[in-house]
């Protein structure tokens, strides 16, 4: 398991669900919608649609995504609006906060199709 450790370094899931949506991914064909329906079913994705993107909703959000993750994250990467820090200092000011620019390139990407090897 370290080995997959090192392999998915530095990506926000653990390395089971990366591996088993990839599985999904290119064992049924699906589409990448299709692969986050199936997980949405098991609980790992990490969205909250709010009116406001005050403190007290990025607040709501970080205390219902580390309630579907069981373990506290070893940083969370955002945007720079300050409701995210205000909710970070007040939720879990332990864990690394990173607003850089490219810091989210790994999630940004994410939805861009996957090339397909022949066999």
Not at 8 to 35: K, M, N
Not at 51 to 75: H, I, N, S, V
């Amino acid at each position: 398991m370290s080995n997959d450790r090192q392999h998915y370094y530095r990506h926000r899931f653990p390395p089971e669900i990366i591996s088993h949506a990839v599985w999904l991914y290119h064992r049924f064909c699906l589409s990448f919608c299709d692969v986050e329906d199936l997980l949405a079913e098991r609980g790992v994705i990490d969205i909250l649609v709010q009116r406001r993107r005050d403190a007290r909703a990025a607040t709501r959000f970080f205390r219902k995504l580390l309630k579907g993750q069981g373990t506290e994250p070893r940083w969370l990467i955002t945007e720079k609006p300050g409701s995210y820090g205000a909710a970070h200092r007040s939720v879990m000011p332990s864990v690394e906060h990173v607003t850089a620019r490219y810091a989210n390139n790994l999630a940004e990407v994410s939805h861009q199709p996957t090339p397909r090897t022949s066999l």
